[in-house]
């Protein structure tokens, strides 16, 4: 059951101008992951790691990723392996169903695999912001300070402070 919107954070919330009411000031704040943090050792496959590097390097460099998405951007990198390794199965396949004991067919175990992998790394992707609907949700932290100072500017008419 969903409840209405997800609450942005509030980096967002004052990067984009809301009222100081309107932001949690308690919020604990953390460190950013550093761009060479290197996989847990969980991450076994080359894929995954790979993935993770790829990952971390993007998103530690743009201060998206902090020390409390490292566990998220492991399961996402869990689930890119599953993904890849499903697809290649999947791209061996034969036939993509398969036919049951009592006669039915049904989609292939790999397809289904394939399928459920996809929904995961949307989900998880979402969180660390990897689509375009997510990216616009979220707050670069190495922004130019000039740069900043002038669009608040422009958008609302004030100085940042």
Request: aromatic share 4%; hydrophobic share 35%.
């Amino acid at each position: 059951m969903t409840r209405g919107r997800k609450s942005a954070a509030p980096e967002t919330k004052r990067a984009r101008g809301d009222r100081e009411s309107r932001i949690n000031v308690l919020a604990p704040k953390y460190d950013l992951l550093d761009v060479n943090t290197p996989p847990p050792d969980i991450l076994t496959g080359e894929v995954e790691k790979a993935k993770w590097k790829q990952l971390c390097e993007t998103l530690a460099q743009n201060g998206v990723l902090k020390v409390t998405d490292a566990d998220v951007l492991t399961q996402y990198c869990v689930g890119y392996g599953v993904f890849h390794t499903a697809k290649l199965e999947v791209d061996g396949l034969s036939s993509l169903v398969t036919t049951t004991h009592n006669g039915s067919e049904q989609p292939a175990a790999e397809i289904t695999t394939l399928r459920k992998s996809s929904e995961l790394l949307l989900r998880l992707g979402a969180e660390l912001g990897l689509s375009p609907s997510a990216r616009n949700k979220i707050t670069a932290v190495n922004q130019n300070d000039e740069l900043a100072e002038a669009l608040k500017f422009i958008r609302h008419g004030k100085k940042m402070g």
